[in-house]
């Protein structure tokens, strides 16, 4: 089907998203942190990128704005999986084309992936913390079509 790069920092995570993800028929490529992320993206050239909000070293909204300013990478859809929203500013947030919170089930995680890479726009989450909705209306923050 599909290559996915997954950068998440917990190690059971990881293997937990990339069997998932697998089993479905994904080709997945483990990256342990942000900065392998990174590195796996560029030499990999991903049809999806997954990662963890909150990593050491590089984060996922670091790593997605990373993505998203390299012309040749920007097209690549990302979804951020975050354990709460704390961290969360949506005028810090990168173009990414779901949040998801944690735990994820793993039918949840598949779809939400599958849906991603069927939709061919690469649209930005939409944050209740911001005031206005984004114009295409496209998703929430559970990366859920409204």
């Given at each position: 089907m599909a290559r996915v790069v997954i950068a998440e920092d917990d190690p059971d995570l990881l293997e937990s998203y990339s069997r998932i993800?697998?089993?479905?028929?994904?080709?997945?490529?483990?990256?342990?942190?942000?900065s392998a992320g990174l590195?796996?993206?560029?030499?990999?050239?991903?049809?999806?990128?997954?990662?963890?909000?909150?990593?050491?070293?590089?984060?996922?909204?670091?790593?997605?704005?990373?993505?998203?300013?390299?012309?040749?990478?920007?097209?690549?859809p990302i979804i951020l999986v975050t354990g709460g929203w704390a961290e969360m500013?949506?005028?810090?947030?990168?173009?990414?084309?779901?949040?998801?919170?944690?735990p994820v089930a793993p039918q949840d995680l598949v779809g939400q992936v599958e849906s991603v890479l069927a939709d061919g726009r690469r649209y930005h989450v939409w944050l209740p913390s911001?005031?206005?909705?984004?114009?295409?209306?496209?998703t929430a923050v559970t990366g859920q079509e409204r």
């Open positions: 993800l697998a089993r479905a028929g994904h080709d997945v490529v483990q990256c342990p942190d942000g590195t796996c993206v560029r030499e990999h050239r991903p049809d999806l990128l997954l990662a963890d909000v909150v990593m050491p070293g590089m984060t996922g909204l670091e790593l997605a704005s990373a993505v998203k300013a390299d012309p040749e990478l920007a097209e690549i500013d949506a005028a810090e947030l990168p173009k990414v084309a779901r949040l998801l919170r944690k911001q005031r206005t909705q984004p114009a295409d209306d496209s």
